[in-house]
């Protein structure tokens, strides 16, 4: 084999056994919703071994995929909501981290960086993070064939406000939150919360990311809409639930609530609530929660395989 041989070799072994990444804005055109202002402007803090990866001030929201080997691949998809209190976005540990765990799986997964909800920059900015989780999800299904992803396999994962972010696409779906045309589905067809704020009820809620969301003066009515439990029905998603009972921030109660609602109309869900890890841990180090990862593979594994 002469050297121009081995060099095609090489080339065709990176492209298939190695994971592609590319980054993707989310909206073609203009963004909805949107106010332009010379004073926001994103920048980037941490990515330190001391300090996590934070971005801040998100105006322009993008979708990046990250695609499993093809000796691996099996066609799932998972897009990825980091937390962050609606305030930053925590997207190292709990978006690039996780992605590159998925596609360790043959999972394809997808980070999204959605806009965190800012009066300057939003209309209404209780939508704006639902209209580009609404977005990301339809655009993830409408290039199914060129990524490699099968249609109805394709679920949201989402971290503590990331979580909240995730449980209102699987609930809020179908809500008119950006005019478009487009008849592709937004509803995810599983979904991952990982010590998730679902309730923005006064007794359970993280007060930063109702507050972030919503306004210090929101009323009972957009509370109600944005508290996930009171929206579940029977064609929400099935969902996998993962808290710490020691969670100070978001309490564990979030979940509770969630599964109990799930219960109620039939929907497929299962929890693993460890005694310690407090919060904002990702795939996790030491201690009982350590092992989330495992439960949620084999979670997936039974949705996967049906």
């Known amino acids: 084999m002469n050297l121009k041989s081995y060099f095609i070799l090489a080339v065709f072994f990176t492209l298939y056994f190695t994971n592609a990444q590319e980054e993707y804005p989310l909206w073609e055109n203009s963004i909805p919703g949107q106010i332009k202002s010379d004073e926001v402007k994103e920048y980037a803090t941490g990515g330190t071994a001391e300090e996590i990866l934070r971005f801040h001030q998100?105006?322009?929201?993008?979708?990046k995929a990250y695609l499993p080997s093809k000796k691996l691949a099996n066609g799932a998809?998972?897009?990825?909501?980091?937390?962050?209190?609606?305030?930053?976005?925590?997207?190292?540990?709990?978006?690039?981290?996780?992605?590159?765990?998925?596609?360790?799986?043959?999972i394809s997964a997808f980070v999204l960086k959605y806009r965190l909800p800012d009066d300057r920059i939003m209309i209404d900015k209780s939508v704006g993070p639902l209209q580009d989780a609404q977005k990301a999800l339809r655009t993830i299904r409408k290039n199914a064939k060129k990524w490699g992803v099968n249609p109805n396999q394709i679920g949201v994962m989402?971290?503590?406000?990331?979580?909240?972010?995730?449980?209102?696409?699987?609930?809020?779906?179908?809500?008119?939150?950006?005019?478009?045309?487009?008849?592709?589905?937004?509803?995810?067809?599983?979904?991952?919360?990982?010590?998730?704020?679902?309730?923005?009820?006064?007794?359970?809620?993280?007060?930063?990311?109702?507050?972030?969301?919503?306004?210090?003066?929101?009323?009972?009515?957009?509370?109600?809409?944005?508290?996930?439990?009171?929206?579940?029905?029977?064609?929400?998603?099935p969902a996998l639930l993962i808290h710490s009972i020691d969670d100070l921030a978001v309490p564990v109660e979030n979940s509770f609530e969630y599964l109990k609602q799930l219960k109620a109309f039939s929907v497929p869900a299962e929890i693993h609530a460890f005694a310690d890890g407090g919060h904002g841990y990702g795939l996790g180090r030491t201690g009982t929660y350590s092992i989330w990862s495992k439960n949620a593979e084999n979670w997936l594994n039974s949705i996967l395989n049906k």
């Open 77 to 106: 998809a998972v897009l990825i909501c980091p937390g962050g209190g609606y305030k930053i976005l925590a997207i190292d540990h709990e978006g690039y981290q996780i992605a590159e765990w998925l596609n360790g799986l043959g």
């Open 158 to 237: 989402g971290f503590s406000a990331g979580g909240h972010l995730a449980a209102t696409l699987s609930t809020h779906y179908d809500a008119m939150v950006y005019e478009h045309m487009d008849e592709v589905s937004a509803r995810p067809d599983f979904s991952i919360l990982v010590y998730p704020v679902i309730s923005f009820q006064e007794n359970i809620t993280h007060g930063g990311s109702r507050n972030n969301l919503l306004g210090k003066s929101a009323s009972q009515k957009d509370v109600d809409y944005f508290s996930n439990e009171l929206q579940v029905d029977k064609n929400t998603p």
């Open 58 to 63: 998100i105006t322009e929201p993008t979708l």
